[in-house]
């Protein structure tokens, strides 16, 4: 699928709307979860590409959307890294907190799409990248970002490796987690909690507390 006929699935399945903890924010977001879901199975079946999580605001995206945008001081004038950013939620909470640039990675060609279409809705400009960057050396960024990463075993391991190179090699790395199961056990410093309003269907609550990190 190219990249038009991606921008279109997009569009039919999603509408642009405000995440709850987020207002600024515009996202192509599902309003139920159970169509897409079955849609994007059907056309990616043959293409064995991830379910759409590109379609949603996790609850650690909006946390730390939220955080950057009441802390703009922290973003102002920085390069960033946001690493697996699906809809692009932190990605353009970076971006519209004053950094000096943004680049978003993520490994399905989905999000990226999705990104580029949330970016131009907030009138900002976000680079992406398909690469999976976490066997690689840390990205040319002054912040790497990384929201809603702990919830898969394998991924969590390799994600936590990564982010922890990032740190020891100077990078400010913020995550945001609501209690996933493989969130780092140590090496995390708790900055800010929200309560965050996420719908029913996708994580079984109305709402999820969930707390920003620096990685140390
Ligand atoms: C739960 S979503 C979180 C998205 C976003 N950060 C948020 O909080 O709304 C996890 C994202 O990680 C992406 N992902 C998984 N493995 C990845 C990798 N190795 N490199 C980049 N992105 C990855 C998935 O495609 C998905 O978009």
Redesign the pocket.
Known sequence: MNEAARRRFIRKHTRLAAPGLVPEVRLQLATEMTPLWRATQKTLDDLDL?PP??A???????A?ARFMLDDAAVMRGRRVF?????????AIAAALAGAHSVVA????PF?LSAIAINARANGVEIETTA????DGPPPDADIV?????F??GP?SA??QRWLRRCAAAGRTVLT?DPGRSYIPERGLEALSSYDVPTPEELEDAAEKRTTVYRVD
């Not at 970002?145 to 990463?149: F, N």
């Open positions: 991830p999580y590109w949603f605001a996790w609850p650690g995206g909006q730390l946001a690493f697996a950013a699906g809809s692009g939620i932190d990675s993520d490994i399905d999000a690469s999976d960057v976490l970002i990384a929201a809603d990463v919830y898969e991924m390799r994600t945001a």
